[in-house]
C-alpha cells in the first residue's frame, strides 16, 4: 500500500514540475537562432521583420490580433507569395500557400519553417494571453525565429534564451522621426486635421465625437469596434474622409495612421478594477503613433489642459518599467486530463485552482491564473453532460461575461453541444437605419462578438455549428450598420427615453414595471 502511494506521489510530483521547453518537441530538435528586433513604434522593425518573412521559402507571422494578421496577410499576397490566413474564427487556406499568417494562439506547433515572426512580443506580460507569447517563444519550429518588440521586453527575452540555452541577437532600431511633448495644451476648440484625440472608455470617445462634429469630420475608434469596423474608419481617417480621430488606446497596436498630433482628453483610465493614472508604457505606446514616418517629418504630443499635460510630460520622459519574470504559463489539455486523474475530480474549477497554486516549472515561468477562464469554469462545471475536454476548450472561448446577449448565445452553444443537435446562426437584434443610442450601437457591437464566437466554435466544431457562411455574411450587415452609425454626426442618446403619458382625468399616472435599460451594461437586466 505504501508503494502504491509512493508511487502515486511521485507521478503527481512529476506533473507538478514540468520543464516547459519538453513540451515542444520539434523546436528541440531544429537548430534554431533567435532575434529580437527591439525599438520604439514607427522605427522600422516590423517592416525589416516582414521583409525576412518574404526573403523566407517558407514561414509563420504570429500577431497579437486578427486585424494584423489579415493586414500582413494582404502584404504578403500583394509580394506575390501564397499566403494562407488562420485566426481563432476563420480560415483562408491557399493549397499552394509557402507562408501562414495566423493570430498567435493557433500556432502549429508541428509545421517546420524557416522563418517565424513574433510580432509584438512585449505581450508577454498580458495576464490573460502572455502564456500564448511564452509559447511561441519556447517552441516557434522555426530555423529562425524573429521577435519584435520594445525595449522594456529586452531582458524577458533574454532570460528566455538563456533558459533554452538558444543563441540570441539583438538588432536595434531607432525611431525614424521625431517625436516631442509640445510645451502648451491643446484645447478641443483648437484641435487641428491629422489630430487624434485619446479617451479611455466608449462613452467618453462618442460624446467627444458628438462635439467635435460640429466642426469636423470624425472617425471613431475602441476596443468593443469590431476589426472590420476599426479598419473601416481608421480607413476614412487615412484616406481624408475624415480630419479627426477619437480613439482609445485601441489604436496603439495593429492600426497604421496619418497621425501628426497625439492630444490627451484625460490621463487617467479604469484598468477593471479603479481609476488610475496612465503608466509611462501606456502613454509612450500611444504616443509613438504621431508623426509617423513617409507622412509626417516630426510627431507632437499634447493634452487639453495644463494639468493632464504635466503627467503626460513625466509619464512620456520616464523610462519604461522592464518587464520581469516569472512569465505566465496555460496548462496544456494534457495537463488538465492528468490532473483529473490524479486528484479524482473532473471538476475544471478545482483542477485550474490546483494548477495555478501547484504548478512549478524549470526556469522563469509560472502557472496562469486565467480570470475568464476560472469564471466560466464554474458555469461548464453545471452541465454534467460536458466532457472534461470540452469544458476545458469551451473555457478558453471568446466570451464577455458582464454581456447577457454574450451569456445567453454561449449557454445555448453549450446545450447544443450537449445535445449534438447543429445550430443554425440566429440574430439576437433587428438593425433599422442607423443606430440612435449608444445602447443600440452598444447591442450591435455585442451583435459582432456573438457571431465571431459562433465562428470560433464553427471552426472547432462545423458539424454542429453548421451556418459560418451565414453567421459571416451577418457579420458584414451589423458592420455597415455600426459604420454607418459612426458617421452620424448626430449625438447618440446616452439611454432609452420613454415617452411619459399625461395623466387622464386628473389621475395618477401608473408606473411602468417596463424596466429601463441603461447604457451601462453592468446595470442591464438583459435585452
Known sequence: MKKENLSWKESLNALLNCDLKSLFPLARELDRKLYFFVGPTNSGKTYKAMQELIAADCGIYL???????????????????????????????????????????????????DVAVIDEVQMIEDPDRGWAWVNAVVGAPASKVIMTGSVNALEAVKKIAAYLGEELEV??????????????????????????????????????????????RVSVIYGNLSPEVREEEARRFREGDSDIVVATDAIAMGLNLPIKTIVFSTDRKFDGEKKRPLTPNEVIQISGRAGRYGHHESGQISAINNHILKHIKEAFHSPLPTIKPPFRVKATTEQILSLSEHLKTTNLHKILKYYSKHMNFNGPFIAANISTMIELSKILDKKRELSLEEKYMLSGAPVTTKSPLMMRAFLEYVDAIIKKTPIRYKPSIKLKGVAKSEFELLKA?????????????????????????????????????????????????????????????????KRSNKPRYRQNRRRSKGW
Not at 501564397?82 to 509545421?111: F, K, Q, V, W
Not at 459560418?468 to 455574411?473: I, N, Q
Not at 459604420?483 to 389621475?507: G, H, M, W
Request: proline share 6%; charged share 30%.
Open 63 to 113: 500577431a497579437p490580433l486578427r486585424l494584423l494578421a489579415l493586414e500582413n496577410y494582404h502584404y504578403l499576397r500583394e509580394h506575390d507569395i501564397p499566403t494562407s490566413l488562420i485566426t481563432g474564427e476563420e480560415e483562408r487556406l491557399d493549397e499552394d500557400a509557402s507562408h501562414i499568417c495566423s493570430t498567435i494562439e493557433m500556432i502549429n506547433y508541428s509545421l517546420e519553417v
Open 171 to 216: 538588432v536595434k532600431f531607432k525611431r525614424k522621426t521625431p517625436l516631442k511633448v509640445l510645451e502648451h495644451p491643446i484645447p478641443l476648440s483648437h484641435l487641428k486635421p491629422k489630430s487624434a484625440l485619446i479617451a479611455f472608455s466608449r462613452t467618453d470617445v462618442l460624446n467627444l465625437k458628438a462635439k467635435l462634429s460640429k466642426k469636423h
Open 445 to 509: 457591437e455585442d451583435e459582432l462578438k456573438k457571431i465571431s464566437l459562433y465562428m470560433w466554435l464553427a471552426y472547432k466544431m462545423p458539424d454542429i455549428f453548421i451556418d459560418r457562411e451565414v453567421a459571416e455574411g451577418y457579420r458584414g450587415v451589423v458592420n455597415r450598420y455600426c459604420e454607418n452609425s459612426l458617421k452620424q454626426k448626430r449625438v447618440l442618446k446616452s439611454r432609452t427615453v420613454t415617452k411619459k403619458r399625461e395623466p387622464r382625468n386628473n389621475q395618477t399616472p
